[in-house]
């Protein structure tokens, strides 16, 4: 079935399926596409679901004004494929979403993989049937599979934070959400428009907004560090010039020593801080994200985090000409890179225009919602729409909202009760067969998600080429080797900065949700689930 056929506005038409395969993988963005490749490679019978109607994930989603992705697209690229890579061509160097999604779609199209996912379609359950040593996975759609394997690549930023801002049903203008914008173009030309929230899509949205609306009013829960994109044009000197760059990241994936931290982190000198200063200076003008390069400790000695931050507080009272306005936009409470940094065009200089303007919601809070805007405690503001910018739940969310039952009908909410845990990020003790793309505690959102994504893939399918071949049916993490590794990511992050912010890497977005800082931000994990595959999967049980 072609993918014009499967996205047709006639879904729902379909039966329900009634079907067991080998594996079925539920999501269909860069994960779960190449989760979907491999194991039919593998010769297995493979079903993917999808929420939504076409592939790509959170680029199908994320189609509000400015949405790019915040890594240079030459390496926001699947890797496995050399003669995928050559033929396409990204056309900036920061890839906006409808190319993203262009490329996704060219993926799918190009290695037939949209004939085998049911687009649409959103799983609400997967249960565990222990004789039978397989999952059974029902659909909001009647669909009833059963699976031996099941392979979670739903994806880190796929559940959208919806905040219960009070009123907000009373509002009789439309309400967007960044993480679920409509696919039709929305024209704010003219309107009273407010945006709430100042974080990655908020920093991407605003200056898009600023241009069309007649009023912009901006609502801020907290100031986000941001730097320039410095987007442009890719031509093929520029790719080519690319090339040798990108072949020694590639071979850096595989060292021992790679990660968000370098080894000498810990060691490193602190360099003066005029030197410091120099060095930002030069990766400012450069743009992107490589300011959390410039030295190996910024992540992990405060003292040198500090002149950054500094640095980054002096260029936004350089750029945004009211003072009142520079300093509530300067993060003052938190390192920076410990939360993920924005890149942006224009962000800034978005708050100089005559009809632009900045509620700092820490001393003036929002009150409520009216039918017709927003009143804060001290004002009233008339909106014709209003955006919410509040992000995701991070990681979880789309786990969360699935009811996962594993051994003796456990779930998932309660075997996380405390806080999410997995072993490696890829497993969950008393959930056998049951595989998670870039889980917590694995790198997932702290670098390259397509890389980290790919790097789970292959490690899930090699496992279950072995299993196949040994007659194995079966396999599941010691809970002691999951308890002690997600104690090696509690401790990777307590000697860095990271855990001196309420990001959402720890669910600190989300009311109610327990804090635990989720990604692996420690060395060489890339070689210890290599080395653990090799010691025939050393704190897993198979059978």
């Known amino acids: ?57 959170t680029w199908y989603w994320n189609r509000y004004p400015g949405a790019r992705c915040d890594i240079p697209s030459l390496f926001y690229s699947y890797s496995w494929s050399e003669e995928l890579r050559q033929e396409w061509r990204w056309s900036e160097k920061y890839a906006a979403q409808p190319e993203i999604l262009r490329y996704a779609q060219r993926v799918a199209d190009r290695f037939d993989l949209h004939s085998l996912i049911r687009f649409d379609t959103r799983v609400t359950s997967a249960d565990w049937d ?24 739903t994806g880190n930023l796929s559940v959208p934070n919806k905040p219960k801002l009070p009123g907000l049903v009373r509002f009789r203008g439309p309400v967007y959400h960044t993480g679920q914008w409509p696919h039709e173009e929305i024209d704010f030309s003219g309107l009273r428009v407010a945006v709430i929230g100042t974080g990655s899509s908020g920093v991407q949205t605003i200056p898009m907004v600023a241009k069309a609306a007649s009023r912009l009013t901006v609502f801020q829960r907290t100031p986000n560090y941001s730097v320039p994109a410095r987007n442009a044009p890719l031509s093929e000197a520029d790719i080519a ?34 030197v410091q200063w120099a060095r930002y200076e030069q990766l400012w003008e450069q743009g992107g994200g490589g300011i959390l390069t410039a030295f190996p400790n910024i992540l ?183 308890r002690a590794w997600m104690a090696h990511v509690a401790d990777a992050a307590s000697r860095t900065l990271y855990p001196k912010a309420n990001s959402w890497y720890q669910g600190a977005n989300i009311a109610g949700k327990p804090r635990v800082f989720m990604p692996y931000v420690g060395q060489g994990y890339r070689h210890r689930i290599a080395q653990i595959a090799q010691r025939d999967y050393e704190g897993f049980v198979l059978r």
């Open 1 to 57: 079935m072609s993918r014009l056929e499967q996205t047709s506005p006639d879904h729902g038409a379909r039966p329900p399926l009634v079907a067991e395969c080998d594996a079925v993988v539920v999501g269909a963005g860069f994960g779960g596409l190449y989760a979907i490749y491999r194991l039919r490679e593998l010769g297995l019978k493979v079903i993917g679901i999808e929420a939504a109607s076409d592939v790509g994930g």
């Open 130 to 153: 222990e004789e039978g040593e397989s999952w059974t996975l029902r659909t909001d759609r009647g669909d009833y599979i059963v699976a031996s394997t099941c392979v979670m690549a």
């Open 241 to 274: 010039a690319a090339e040798p760059v990108i072949a020694k990241y590639r071979e850096s994936l595989e060292t021992p020593e790679f990660g968000r931290v370098p080894a000498n982190a810990f060691d490193a000198p602190v360099p003066e801080r005029d």
């Open 300 to 482: 992990t000695d405060a003292a040198v985090n500090d002149v950054a931050c500094d640095f980054v507080r002096d260029k936004i009272r350089g750029i945004v000409h009211d003072r009142a306005t520079a300093e509530a936009l300067s993060p003052k409470d938190y390192p920076l890179g410990v939360k993920r940094i924005c890149i942006d065009t224009g962000y800034f200089a978005t708050y100089n225009l005559p009809h632009v303007e900045l509620v700092d919601l820490r001393t003036e809070p929002l009150e409520t919602v009216t039918e017709t805007g927003v009143e804060t405690a001290t004002r009233s503001f008339p909106l014709d729409a209003l955006v919410l910018a509040t992000g995701y739940d991070a990681m979880t969310g789309a786990l969360a909202a699935m009811q996962i039952r594993g051994r003796d009908g456990a779930t998932l909410k309660e075997a996380w009760a405390d806080g999410p845990s997995a072993y490696l990020g890829l497993m969950v003790s008393g959930f056998p067969n049951l595989f998670v793309v870039t889980g917590p505690g694995s790198p997932s959102v702290i670098g390259n998600v397509i890389h980290a994504c790919e790097n789970h893939v292959e490690w899930i399918t090699a496992c279950l080429d072995n299993m196949r071949a040994k007659g194995l049916t079966r396999i599941e993490p010691e809970r002691d080797a999951e």
